[in-house]
DNA sequence: GTGGTCTAGACCACA
DNA sequence: GTGGTCTAGACCACG
């Protein structure tokens, strides 16, 4: 379910994060939904239980799941978006990025685009 | 010239790096044309010789610059893009997980689309 | 275990990543094998650490080894050999510099042959 | 006449060096032939007269060149390769490099003596 | 415990 | 003057 590879410079809580928001966004966790306990995704997934613990205390920060003390962790039932200039300076500046390292492997505004229309199927798709 | 934030969690020399190459790509330095040197460099941004000397090693191994012993460093004349899976994987990982955190601000496809458009304009704007 | 020579004109932690990729294509570094810790390795060969990080970066950016952060180096275990116009570049160039060399102290071709192949003799050898 | 490469990492005044050495090897250079003089040459490659004179220094130093002070610089009529296990070992060191680094492009025996037969056939053909 | 980054300061070869 | 290497010692994130 969750894609993680411990030989990335990614830390695993952070890919964590990550993998476990893009199912949500491609509706694979919907909201309300119960996650796994943190030792039983630990297991799943073969991570340092201290690490998933930290991965949901950042999910949980980020009002992305909550946690019901005794009851487990629930995806937002509720999650409204809002604006944040902090985390779109961030968006901006790692696409800035990868347009800059775009351009030295030969590629340019299309195929950017391209890669954007891919991502957007694959989320779909999937 | 170089906008260097040493808060930042992104290294400085990957920061160097990204600068320099971005002002390469913006034509605000051109084929042939030298660097600072290092110790200068490391003085205009109040940085360890070392820190500007590991981002300038990287940008060598990258072949954006060529440095040339004793004389300096100068933005490489010939550049040439080759095919560079890894890199393309990681431009790819960046775009999407960009694509993930835009969705969580309430940015949808043609934000992104427009955020694209943006970051290219600037690029030849200065 | 690696055969370090502070005297040599060859930077240190270039013998380092020589001796470890004659390890392992001797046969006595093995794909996935764990290497001693940057401080560890640093401490047997009385070496600062970072000089060893600086080898063990090299090395993982030749994709020679995988770091797993926090938990250690390990010999490539999916070491896919590339194309590389520049490093077969090199590599030509090193063996007409050697084959010139020889000339002088008065060695032909047959030596040279003979040469490389006691080289892959004490590869398997060893 | 002499192929030399400012931007390349061997330092100029061993590449100068060595491409004598080549040329003499080839019999374009023959013993008793006066060489260019420091100025000329320097002029001739555009380098530093100090870098050429430091090869000159180098190569009278190896017995590959004589200096007849107020003549000029010949090549070394009566040069006699002799044992040298210095040398030896330098190329024999050399030679393992390259094979190991030959092994990580995937490179095999055959191919290196494949590369030591055109370097061979190159010194002859030009 | 691990590796990664950074600073401070030194020495060296090269041009 | 230039960049390259090395040491010593520090701090940090990750697991």
Do not use: C, W
Not at 17 to 28: L, S
């Amino acid at each position: 379910m969750l894609n993680i590879d411990p030989r990335s410079s990614k830390p695993i809580y952070e890919q964590i994060v990550d993998e476990i928001k893009a199912n949500i966004v491609k509706g694979i966790l919907k909201p309300g939904e119960k996650l796994p306990s943190v030792r039983e995704l630990s297991k799943i997934i073969t991570v340092n239980p201290n690490t998933v613990s930290k991965a949901y205390s950042e999910l949980e920060r980020q009002k992305v799941i909550d946690t019901v003390s005794g009851r487990g962790t629930f995806v937002s039932a509720n999650y409204k978006p809002r604006d944040d200039d902090d985390r779109l300076n961030k968006i901006k500046s790692s696409i800035k990025d990868a347009i800059i390292e775009a351009y030295y492997i030969g590629l340019g505004k299309e195929d950017i685009i391209h890669i954007v229309d891919e991502a957007y199927k694959a989320m779909k798709g999937e």
